[in-house]
């Protein structure tokens, strides 16, 4: 048995559903010489979303060995944050994360770019299999040192990913689509080849919810190649209770909460993102951001009136354009309950110690996927708000997760009957802690397929 199962199966009030970091039996990895990952994508490393995706990954495959990390990023230079080593996105990317596109902009840019990647013109891309200059040597070296190359995490796959795996096909690099949510969308004219391309080149597809599995089976020569499986954030291993015990004993506020037996109900808002665009859709600027807090203050206050409930707003992004510390002030300036009720956490957090917050709390009130996913592997119950249209959340933690009585659509609800069916299951904590064992169960034996998959064991 692994360390995964054996910890998931040991009887305690909250547990990590880890991902598998003891060796596989029968896998022959030296446990002496460094793995290296390159996940070949735009990760804004400031969305904690992202950063545990990351982690889960290296969680997921290390199996005890030491891990280089590269990615892309927003940064000028080449940056080293631990083990994780961040290029420039524009070394490899012209589409993905360049904010300066939008609209008809983007649409134009991935034909253009597919046209160009067919005549075999693959443009910045190449900077993965030979350097233009000394400054670009490191991505080169560390593309060659790469054991596994990923794309498609989140919900990134697009035309350059599929550039990607054609070039590391061709350098023999063990390469493949991971925890992808993004489908074929619009643009089957330009994108139908390349991506039929990238399918069959690539050693495994796994994507993390059904619809986008469904949507890139249209193209997909050997469909029965394509599977479902968890977002490698289900592997984040948390930060350890006592780094979390620290981090919260810094607030007095959360002292004199526990002091005083009040459940803490962890909290995540945001205003960015496919959850806050399909909120009240027919509003824009301030109206929307405005009716977004009053909703999400009638459910919390009902908590902390019905139920003492204290509030601990959590931080998942951090960004300059969508940090949830703003939304966080938003909702709370519309709440009618004292300022003793709440703290805001501005400080920014890593993926691993979010968790382990998620993991200390009674219950949680989400927007944020990653804070549910979270929540489902430490074994915390929860109320997930989204909106009909969020296949993500639905796939994930609906479907996948069999929690789908969980999910609150703000579109086809009030505030009023999210405020009372949030208190509905805040009631029934303690039955949904129980049923949440089963499940994160079945997900620990879903993370070890994958990992057979990726290292084909």
Same mark, same amino acid.
């Given at each position: 048995m692994t360390r995964l199962k054996a910890e998931l199966r040991t009887p305690r009030k909250r547990g990590t559903l880890n991902g598998p970091r003891a060796d596989i039996p029968g896998s022959g990895v030296c446990m002496d010489d460094k793995l290296y990952i390159l996940l070949a994508d735009?990760?804004?490393?400031?969305?904690?979303?992202?950063?545990a995706i990351v982690r889960g990954i290296e969680d997921m495959l290390s199996a005890g060995r030491s891990v280089a990390l590269g990615l892309f990023d927003n940064v000028p230079q080449i940056t080293q944050r631990e083990n994780l080593t961040i290029f420039p996105r524009e070394w490899l990317f012209r589409f993905q994360g360049n904010g300066a596109l939008s609209g008809v902009g983007r649409v134009w840019a991935q034909a253009r770019i597919a046209?160009?990647?067919?005549?075999?013109?693959?443009?910045?891309?190449?900077?993965?299999?030979?350097?233009?200059?000394?400054?670009?040597?490191?991505?080169?070296?560390?593309?060659?040192?790469?054991?596994?190359?990923?794309?498609?995490?989140?919900?990134? @796959?697009?035309?350059?990913? %599929?550039?990607? +795996?054609?070039?590391?096909?061709?350098?023999?690099?063990?390469?493949? +689509?991971?925890?992808?949510?993004?489908?074929?969308?619009?643009?089957q004219l330009y994108k139908a080849g390349l991506y039929r391309r990238a399918l069959a080149e690539s050693d495994f597809c796994i994507f993390r919810e059904r619809h986008s599995c469904e949507s890139m089976k249209q193209v997909c020569r050997h469909p029965g190649k394509l599977r479902v499986g968890p977002d490698p954030a289900f592997a984040l291993q948390a930060a350890p209770p006592e780094a979390v015990r620290q981090m919260l004993e810094q607030y007095e506020r959360y002292r004199q909460a526990r002091h005083d037996r009040r459940p803490v109900v962890a909290v995540t808002v945001l205003e960015k993102g496919r959850v806050y665009a399909g909120f009240r859709p027919d509003l824009r600027g301030p109206a929307k951001q405005e009716a977004h807090a009053k909703y999400l203050?009638?459910?919390?206050?009902?908590?902390?009136?019905?139920?003492?409930? @204290?509030?601990?707003?959590?931080?998942?992004?951090?960004?300059?354009?969508?940090?949830?510390?703003?939304?966080?002030?938003?909702?709370?300036?519309?709440?009618?309950?004292?300022?003793?009720?709440?703290?805001? +956490?501005?400080?920014? %957090?890593?993926?691993?110690?979010?968790?382990?917050?998620?993991?200390a709390c009674d219950f949680l009130v989400g927007e944020r996927t990653h804070a549910l996913i979270a929540a489902v592997s430490m074994g915390t119950p929860f109320a997930a708000l989204t909106n009909r249209q969020d296949t993500r959340t639905h796939g994930i933690i609906g479907a996948m997760c069999r929690c789908e009585s969980r999910i609150i659509d703000m579109d086809a609800?009030?505030?009023?009957?999210?405020?009372?069916?949030?208190?509905?299951?805040?009631?029934?904590?303690?039955?949904?802690?129980?049923?949440?064992?089963?499940?994160?169960?079945?997900? %620990?034996?879903?993370i070890e397929e994958t990992v057979r998959t990726i290292k084909k064991l």
């Open positions: 735009y990760v804004p490393l400031a969305n904690k979303g992202e950063e046209l160009q990647l067919r005549l075999g013109r693959y443009g910045p891309l190449r900077n993965l299999t030979s350097a233009p200059t000394e400054r670009h040597r490191p991505l080169a070296d560390f593309f060659a040192r790469a054991h596994y190359v990923l794309v498609g995490h989140d919900g990134v @796959f697009g035309v350059e990913s %599929c550039g990607i +795996i054609h070039l590391a096909k061709k350098q023999g690099k063990r390469v493949g +689509i991971l925890g992808a949510s993004t489908g074929l969308g619009n643009g203050a009638a459910i919390l206050d009902r908590l902390v009136a019905r139920h003492r409930a @204290f509030l601990l707003f959590l931080p998942h992004s951090v960004e300059q354009t969508g940090s949830d510390v703003v939304a966080a002030r938003h909702v709370l300036a519309q709440m009618k309950t004292g300022p003793d009720a709440a703290q805001i +956490i501005e400080q920014d %957090c890593g993926a691993r110690l979010l968790k382990g917050l998620i993991g609800m009030s505030e009023g009957e999210a405020a009372r069916r949030v208190g509905a299951l805040f009631e029934t904590k303690n039955t949904i802690r129980q049923s949440l064992g089963p499940i994160r169960e079945e997900l %620990c034996g879903l």
